[in-house]
């Protein structure tokens, strides 16, 4: 790729655009263990594409921008501020001192520095004492027409945001005016900035202020070889030594060999353009890698989705499955609703001596129900009971079971913690239980009244009571032979007694088709219940959803850029 015009020829400038779209497209919604690399790669990617690539692509002419960076108290605004020539950018003790960037450019390319053109985000203001965050602009004749001078936050400041910003405004730059110390020159914060400038071949000068003169030959070997090391072989050193200010300004004698090279760089087209040039170019070289990894981080997104979503599907559909053994396998007959059965069929002497008829058989139990002993309802509503607090329990083990999983992974770690609905069940799961079960209790009376209209059971089911045969019905459907587990020889003979007792009433065929009608319906309302307790999770997922395939997006585009340059 030559050095100048390919970096801007139609085919670069399309992929360019596609770029921009698919990082603007781009979601980091779950925090996954990389999310803070992923969301800081994201925005400088965003930024420079925005603030420097796009406007130096699409326009045909905008200010050569010099950025003042460095470290904190390195004398980056009073290096400003006597290039300018009065003080335009606080500078002082305080630290840090620049919170805002300051950009000091010449009347005639104000335009250029309006909201939609350069930092589109950030408030405008004139004042350089402001404390709202912003961009601060400063008009000013000393200016060359066609350059600015940005004055940038400190990049190792204790706020973030300042940090961040600093690194914004120098990507946004053509030329970094990077400020040191005799002191603090091998510091690491500004060497991963430095090292960031070769990368994508920006231009660098440095500034190397404050230095003893008996030091001067030894720094500034000592520098150059760590600029060498970085890429930067050709970078340009100035020393300031250690001077008195006026009013606030370095002496002019101090700065005026960065002043001249400055307006000679400015002045010169063929300089000025070869600089602009190589950090264009250097620029666009850099994004297809930069882009490639923004689709790791942005695929990363994609697979913890995905996890959490799977080990979501996996946790309910297993418990849906499960419902049918829970519900079928007799457990719902233990305790107190076997206590309530043997009082019901005669004190547990039907099974010490049960009689060879099962018309014997209707004599004693029709007699318990329409005596003076009800022993039906308290076995219904035991049934009843005890049907709701495993149907209970089984919402609230999924629930349980998915926070596990989830608490596993970082994303799914920091949902839950955002969210408190997800760590336990609802509060109407208790309502909505009670609801389902008595909806069930009445479609069993229902269902048994429907069938006792035909004269083949009607007598049978009076000479029981409706009670007793629902009873019985709610008794039988909570057993089936082909999913019992070893639920004990007298819920085991319970079980067979009360099947046996619905077919005398019923007939087989019918009685069949009756307890399996009554186990189905409250499958479904089961179901329905624990499907119920997904939701919220659901909607966390709804809510953190990454665009499909971005990651593959990023890297087509990518790929595009790389086929163009």
Known sequence: MTESKSAVTPPVGQALNDIVKRVSETRFTLRSEDFADARTAHSTLTAELNDYLLPRINSSRTPFLIAVGGSTGAGKSTLVNSLVGRNVSPAGVRRPTTGNPVVIFNPADSKFFESEHYLPDLPRSSDPQSSVPGVVLIADENIEPGTAILDCPDIDSISETNRALSHRVLLSADLWLFVTTANRYADAAPWALLKTAAARSTSVAIVLDRVPPEANREVRHHLSSLLSEAGLANSPIFSVAELELEDGLLPHSAIYPIRSWISQVGTEGTSLERIRNRTLTGA????????????????????????????????????????????SDGRVLHGEVNAR??????????????????????????????????AATPLHVAILRSAAVSLREQAIDVVDEVNAEWRNT??????????????????GLEDAVKSAVSTWSDEVNALVRDIGQGKKSKARILSFGVAGVCAVAEYAAFWDPQQSRDVGQGNRQGAGVALNLAETIFGEDEAAGLISSIRQRFLDAAVGIVASCRTPFDNALRLSAVPARQAGALRASGERLEVAL
């Open 284 to 327: 666009v070289a850099a994004l297809p890698l930069r882009v490639r990894e923004l689709a790791d981080f942005a695929e990363t997104q994609e697979q913890a989705h995905s996890a959490l979503a799977g080990s979501l599907e996996k946790s309910f559909r297993s418990a849906q499955s499960g419902l049918v053994e829970v519900f």
């Open 341 to 374: 059965w043997q009082d019901f069929v005669g004190t547990g002497q039907l099974f010490r001596g049960l009689e060879p008829t099962m018309a014997r058989m209707r004599d004693r139990i029709s007699a318990a129900v329409t005596g003076k002993h009800d």
């Open 410 to 427: 970082a994303a799914g770690a920091a949902l839950i913690e955002d969210q408190p609905e997800l760590r336990t069940v609802g509060a």
